[in-house]
């Protein structure tokens, strides 16, 4: 029987499955098994912590379909957790790959380095499984292939529910804020074939299934007379759209995806500001996003066809959301998991994935907080020795404005470290072209920098420092933020009895 | 009844502990708790990410005897796994509180943010138990105090295993590995009577059991003639030494406690270097720490009374550890568990400490390598921000030297970024004085740096930056890493039928 090394046949099975680099820390428990991965045609791509390493396979895997990182058994993996949980929530196919004591050292409860020192060796696994699709330890060759395929097949099919499963926002798990939705709106609403059943048909505002051409013509004429729909996971496939018949018009409608929201109309009204003024978050989102600004203001959009865009939880995805954007432009965020430091790390894989896809994708844009930032902000030292050339957005607003608006306005917990933005290449890379833009403090530095030709095509590096207040928001972000604050005191009038 | 709230009583309680300070990072489902914290005498030190949090605790409870720290749920806690398994591997007694969505909000199994979006809202804490001594959520308020109060009560007992239960070494978990090192050596053995059981007494070299004057004859003439003595988890209490009649020369003994191994006496020749030679760690670790060589030098040793060290898992530990050091200095390492970058987290808790002992302690020194400071690089700003004078040593030897050592001389996954180190505290903490030395490349630069009497007491942040070969490494680290290597040469041949 023909034989092969363990790791090579895991490199080779993650290698057909479209992934081309691996990412992760080195360890002493897998330093032989890192020799394999070059062996196997795939790029190392290290990165100082493992917390990175997740959030850039993450990154990568939303870009190229799959990802896969290493990092050694205990520190290494326990670090990565809050990454994993986030691949989970979000149904990202990303295989953590952890180097493990020998069997031998197992089986003695020996007291091996990384453990807890108490003999167990199981215990970080029993941890894992809480949030992954699935885990195997790998003890025995004859099964590892089996093993490893059935865990590459679980998470492969995990993340395709949507392609295999008909059930759209409902394999999503979303069903339950879906249905909220509907009452506390009133909406008529609709399905689709693929998610009937889903949505509660006893409520006095469903209106039906919806499918094109084939659907019952009162349904049809409600929908496709309407002035907005909010379609929700909707996958356009032959069967659940008549063949193809749909009639509904793109640009009224708002396209909830797992990964993306996209919206088609313009809901920021024009605001007149003087070049003079303050910056604020009402003149940025347009004049970073919105055509019709744009066009005012005689400047082309920002983004274009090939960015791949994410934006980090906090004012940055709210504000991203609320966009219209040019065709071509890929943009996620990490919507229910929402770990802040994620963009900055998630970038990386997104760099790298642009660098494989054959010049079907070409700028990673981040937009970040910088108290988000501060989570990861090591992760540029990636971004500049692997030369990804990213465009960085980031929002000094002296703090955790979205904390702040919650709860804390004035209080030091919502304080960060004041950096210096424009050492922050020097300092990470230094052998490294880069480029710093700004502070950017009022509009009109922001509606110059913008119309700079350099601006985003500098190919290198850019980081653009954006000074706004600390308590500058969208408005919907405001308002979100005061029904938490009034929720919360509610919350802490609870008493206990005795002290 | 009296009526106090939930959150005053735990951080009253944190106050009795001897608590001053409390580490984390906002979210907000615990910001109304955080305003709690200054409402009891407490100080709010938040820092850039959750890790960072969990390791400046570690730190600070080994100064001052316990700490405490507040993340989010979900993502702030999963990122802090890491810091947590170290406190419980390494018996640290830190509490970790964490801010739960409302207990409504469970019971309804809302879609709430930071879940894993599936409805469930015990599996964090399910994974907290495998890492935690006790672990509790609270939702009722009659029993809050009880559960707060047992959680606790747990955690002092757990770090003071040894002093109320009569075990040392034992109740330590590391008898396997005392066993097995008098097994190997066939050193004489001897217990005390705390440790009395925890050694085979069949073994050939065991002799006795020593409690200083009321020993045995034979048994007391055989230690107190002995060349050199290791104890392990001596506990030098009244019933243990024959009420401090032990008459074992502290000169001759190797003293391995739980958070420190203390050797008194010079392990190192006394080298020959000149002054242009390259700078290497058999001179390094002597110009630092050893009496013997500053003497010769004209220069004290650098280490002094009131000094806390910590030495990062790695060539700095070893060479550290090796060492001869003044009366009144602490030090300490992550030896079980050793994750990396803990040393450069744990350091901000330290000088956190060192504030708060009343002139105590003094200087907050860590000696680290490049690639592990890496992974937590940003708690550099909370350094510069607090004001806690951190004297760092940076061993920057292109990568990470022990994994080299081990497997993988030349390979990529041992490099790591590299930066300027004089440009680092100019981008966490612009506002801050610091001062950078180096780089030092020579033995010479080495001598004239320890000379310059300002060094290490510039009263501000201080980073000295040391460059080393590659594989340059103390003797000892050098034999251990290619004994590693030949093991997992071994372990990589296995080999699984197919492919």
Redesign the interface.
């Known amino acids: 029987?023909?034989?092969?090394?363990?790791?090579?046949?895991l490199f080779?099975r993650l290698h057909e499955l479209g992934i081309g680099s691996v990412f992760g820390?080195?360890?002493?428990y897998e330093?032989?098994?890192?020799?394999l991965?070059?062996d196997n045609d795939l790029q190392?791509k290290?990165n100082?912590?493992?917390?990175i390493a997740s959030y850039a396979a993450d990154g990568y895997a939303r870009v190229k379909g799959a990802a896969a990182f290493v990092t050694t058994f205990?520190?290494g993996e326990?670090?990565a957790?809050?990454g994993m949980?986030?691949h989970?929530?979000?149904f990202v196919p990303v295989v953590h790959i952890v180097g493990y004591p020998?069997v031998a050292a197992q089986r003695s409860?020996?007291?091996m380095?990384?453990?807890?020192?108490?003999?167990r060796f199981d215990?970080?696994e029993?941890?894992a499984k809480?949030?992954t699709a699935a885990t195997t330890v790998i003890t025995n060759?004859?099964t590892?292939?089996a093993e490893i395929d059935r865990v590459l097949n679980t998470m492969m099919r995990n993340q395709n529910a949507d392609r295999d499963v008909p059930t759209g926002a409902v394999r999503h798990?979303?069903l339950?804020?879906v249905n909220e939705l509907i009452q506390l709106t009133s909406f008529p609403t609709f399905a689709t074939a693929m998610g009937k059943s889903g949505v509660n048909e006893e409520l006095p505002n469903f209106g039906g299934i919806y499918g094109g051409a084939g659907t019952y013509p009162g349904v049809k004429k409600a929908i496709e007379s309407s002035d907005a729909v909010l379609w929700i996971g909707n996958f356009p496939s032959d069967f659940n759209t008549g063949e193809f018949t749909t009639a509904v018009k793109e640009e009224i409608t708002i396209d909830f995806q797992r990964f993306s929201v996209k919206i088609t109309w313009n809901p920021f009204p024009v605001e007149t500001f003087s070049d003079s003024d303050e910056l604020k978050q009402d003149f940025l989102w347009p004049a970073i996003l919105v055509t019709a600004y744009m066009t005012r203001k005689a400047l082309g959009p920002f983004f274009r066809a090939g960015d791949v865009v994410i934006g980090e939880t906090g004012t940055s995805a709210f504000g991203l959301c609320d966009s219209k954007l040019p065709k071509g432009v890929m943009m996620f965020n990490q919507t229910?998991?929402?770990?802040?430091?994620y963009a900055t790390g998630s970038i990386v894989g997104v760099g790298q994935a642009i660098q494989e896809s054959g010049g079907k994708w070409k700028r990673p844009i981040l937009v970040t907080g910088e108290g988000s930032m501060?989570?990861?902000?090591?992760a540029i030292?990636?971004m500049?020795?692997w030369d990804l050339k990213p465009i960085i957005f980031v929002l000094n607003n002296g703090g955790?404005t979205?904390?702040r608006l919650?709860?804390?306005k004035e209080?030091?917990?919502?304080?960060?470290?004041?950096?210096?933005y424009s050492?922050?290449a020097?300092?990470?890379?230094?052998?490294y072209p880069a480029k710093y833009h700004g502070p950017v403090k009022t509009c009109g530095d922001l509606t110059k920098l913008l119309k700079d030709p350099e601006f985003g095509d500098a190919g290198c590096f850019e980081l653009v420092e954006l000074v706004l207040g600390q308590l500058d928001a969208p408005g919907s972000v405001i308002k979100t933020g005061a029904a938490?604050d009034e929720?919360?005191?509610a919350?802490?009038q609870?008493?206990?009895?005795?002290?």
Not at 48 to 51: A, F, G, I, R
Request: charged share 15%.
């Open positions: 029987m023909p034989q092969i090394k363990i790791g090579d046949y080779k820390v080195p360890g002493d330093l032989a098994l890192l020799d991965v070059t190392w290290g100082p912590n493992e917390l205990g520190p326990l670090s957790y809050c949980a986030g989970y929530c979000e020998t409860q020996a007291i380095h990384h453990s807890l020192g108490d003999g215990m970080y029993n941890m809480h949030i060759p004859p590892a292939a798990q979303v339950s804020e229910v998991y929402g770990s802040i430091g501060h989570l990861t902000v090591q030292a990636d500049l020795r955790y979205v904390e919650i709860h804390g209080a030091s917990y919502n304080e960060v470290a004041i950096y210096d050492a922050l020097k300092a990470f890379g230094p052998a938490i929720f919360n005191k919350k802490a609870k008493t206990v009895p005795g002290g």
